[in-house]
Every structure is written in structure tokens, then in C-alpha cells.
């Protein structure tokens, strides 16, 4: 089973397909094997310096954040945008 993140209000509709992926709900984003998957937009700016860290280093990976004017949030499992389901 793969495990996989999107947006917060999509798993519901995903559910119907099975435990195909196992969906982690509170996270920026999640890597499986050479997988990542984000949950949102800048989510996905976020797992691609996680990648850049992964692959080239945190240094590396916060220099690029630095040049691009972004504030990246280095911890994938800190999701502030987290709603919890009603």
C-alpha cells in the first residue's frame, strides 16, 4: 500500500476506491519510496525543496528557499492549514 496526502476536502471522494493508498491527513506532504505527493499548492512548493533537501541537501534546499523568496516550511508533518473532519 502506498501512502499518499491532497487536500483536505477530497477524502471523502477517495474513499470509495478502497485501501488502495493509505491517505495521511495531517501533513504539507508524504514520501513513499521515490513517491512524494503534496497536499495543495504551496504544499507542493514545500515537498519540492523536502525533495531538494532529500536529494542535495538542507542547505542546499534553503539556499533555493532563500532565492526565491519563499518561506518554506521544513517539516512536511506541520500542516497549519489542517482542518480537522466535522
Known amino acids: ?4 496526502v491532497l487536500l483536505f476536502d477530497d477524502f471523502e471522494t477517495l474513499d470509495v476506491f478502497g485501501p488502495v493508498v493509505n491517505w495521511i491527513r495531517k501533513s504539507r506532504w508524504t514520501v513513499d519510496d521515490k513517491y512524494y505527493t503534496s497536499s495543495g499548492v504551496s504544499a507542493g512548493m514545500d515537498m519540492t525543496l523536502g525533495f531538494l533537501s532529500d536529494t542535495h541537501g538542507i542547505e542546499f534546499a534553503r ?7 519563499y518561506n518554506w516550511t521544513e517539516d512536511k508533518d506541520n500542516d497549519i492549514f489542517y482542518i480537522r473532519p466535522v
Do not use: L
Open 1 to 4: 500500500m502506498k501512502v499518499g
Open 63 to 69: 539556499q533555493v528557499a532563500f532565492h526565491i523568496e
